[in-house]
């Protein structure tokens, strides 16, 4: 998105070819930027410039990225044409309200359908830079306020409640943008020309998350995983694996552009149940599912709280885990803003075989996979094929370390 609006070209090298980021470079080709992919994993995009952007006849179909959504909603409210935004059906149904609400501040004019998709864009709106504090951490909301803020009047600057992932003030700044931080504030002035630059794209941390407990809850062998993204937003969850006594190495620190990267070395641990620290909630947010499967796993009790955010995503992820670990024998409490689970590490088998029903929700459909490996019979994983939108060789790679999986 930033190399579409940027001067000159830009390669990404390590592009995830995954549903959510091709209906990315879907959304920007329909808006006239030129895009090449040259070699598996290779992008090449010819920006346009801040105000080449052209508008679309048709809807811009998110599919199923929340991410692309909420961002290109900042994007778009600054442009001088009517946009449309569309996503499948578990798109369709999640809130945009939050981040129409600070952009409406700003001057956009932004209609959604009772708080959800499809969002209606006017364009020809002139934004005003302002001084919005997020009520809910969002990096979402953030970076929507500050995609805008790059066509707004003046200064803008977002103050968020709690640190969430910061990857487009660091690819701002790759960019050329002026962007500095005051505290938990964001700042950024409005009409900054950005300049197309070359961008390696780290290992996703959230994908090496369900590795990372596979690893520490298997029954013997090392687990290497290379080149792995270590933003501090985002690496919540090794903070709490590490908690909770996972053996777990991280060697080969460097800086590959703006993203910290790193080599972890798995190694199978006892782990111990952990109450989650509120300030680790929101940057572990996406990881959760997978940790609730860690957390069956350890040696008593674990507890999350303020986690009201997962209700919200691509599934209500704290009711279908809930739902998945009973139909598994999983001794475990829903709370309205977390779960309370027993822990039964060291007893044999974690879970009985069953089936569990995924609800289109990849990341769900993925920690239950990563449960077989302490369960005493198979387990049956419906509605998986969302797997793809973010992972899509989650399957051959879970196989070449040892899972055994069947797609039926």
Same mark, same amino acid.
């Given at each position: 998105m930033l190399g579409?609006? $940027?001067?000159?070209?830009?390669?990404?090298?390590?592009?995830?070819?995954?549903?959510?980021?091709? $209906?990315? @470079?879907?959304?920007?080709?329909?808006?006239?930027? &030129?895009i090449a992919r040259p070699a598996p994993g290779v992008v090449e995009v010819q920006g346009v410039g801040p105000d080449g952007l052209k508008g679309c006849t048709q809807a811009l179909d998110m599919g199923n990225a929340g991410t692309a959504m909420r961002l290109f909603m900042g994007l778009l409210a600054g442009q001088?044409?009517?946009?449309?935004?569309?996503?499948?059906?578990?798109?369709?149904?999640?809130?945009?309200?939050?981040?129409?609400?600070?952009?409406?501040?700003? %001057?956009?004019?932004?209609?959604?359908?009772?708080?959800?998709?499809?969002v209606h864009i006017r364009g020809g709106q002139r934004l005003q830079g302002i001084d919005f504090s997020m009520p809910v951490a969002s990096a979402q909301v953030k970076s929507a306020v500050l995609l805008a803020g790059l066509y707004a009047d003046g200064e803008t600057r977002v103050t968020e409640p709690a640190v969430t992932r910061?990857?487009?003030?660091?690819?701002?700044?790759?960019?050329?943008?002026?962007?500095?931080?005051?505290?938990?504030?964001?700042?950024?002035?409005?009409?900054?020309?950005?300049?197309?630059?070359?961008?390696?794209?780290?290992?996703?941390?959230?994908?090496?998350?369900?590795?990372?407990? $596979? #690893?520490?809850?298997?029954?013997?062998?090392?687990?290497? @995983?290379?080149?792995?993204?270590?933003?501090?937003?985002r690496t919540g969850l090794l903070e709490l694996l590490l908690a909770m006594g996972a053996d777990i190495t991280v060697t080969d620190r460097r800086d590959d552009g703006p993203e &910290?990267?790193?080599?972890?070395?798995?190694? &199978?641990?006892?782990?111990? #149940?952990?109450?989650?620290?509120?300030?680790v909630v929101p940057l572990a947010i996406d990881e959760f599912p997978v940790f609730f499967v860690a957390a069956a796993c350890a040696e008593?009790?674990?507890?999350?709280? #303020?986690?009201?955010?997962?209700?919200?995503?691509e599934s209500d992820r704290l009711a279908v885990m809930a739902e998945g670990l009973r139909a598994l024998g999983v001794e475990h409490e829903l709370l309205p803003d977390g779960m309370r689970l027993a822990g039964?590490?060291?007893? %044999?088998?974690?879970?009985?075989?069953?089936?569990?029903?995924?609800h289109g929700d990849h990341r769900i459909a993925m920690s239950f996979a990563i449960a077989s490996l302490q369960a005493a019979g198979d387990i049956r994983i419906a509605d998986v094929a969302n797997v793809a939108t973010s992972f899509p060789g989650f399957a051959d790679l879970a196989r070449g370390i040892g899972l055994s999986l069947e797609a039926v």
């Open positions: 579409g609006i $940027a001067r000159g070209a830009t390669r990404i090298e390590g592009f995830l070819e995954g549903e959510d980021c091709l $209906a990315t @470079l879907g959304a920007l080709r329909s808006l006239g930027v &030129p001088t044409f009517d946009s449309t935004l569309v996503g499948d059906s578990s798109l369709m149904r999640r809130p945009m309200e939050r981040a129409a609400v600070p952009l409406r501040l700003m %001057g956009a004019y932004i209609e959604t359908r009772e708080g959800r998709p499809p910061d990857h487009t003030e660091r690819m701002l700044r790759g960019f050329g943008v002026d962007i500095r931080r005051e505290g938990a504030t964001a700042i950024l002035r409005g009409g900054q020309p950005l300049t197309g630059a070359r961008v390696a794209v780290p290992g996703d941390f959230s994908s090496a998350a369900f590795f990372m407990v $596979a #690893g520490s809850i298997a029954g013997a062998g090392e687990l290497v @995983l290379e080149d792995v993204g270590l933003n501090p937003t &910290p990267i790193g080599t972890l070395i798995v190694r &199978p641990a006892r782990l111990r #149940g952990i109450e989650v620290p509120e300030h008593g009790p674990s507890l999350l709280r #303020g986690a009201e955010e997962l209700r919200v995503k039964r590490g060291g007893a %044999g088998p974690v879970f009985r075989g069953g089936a569990v029903d995924s």
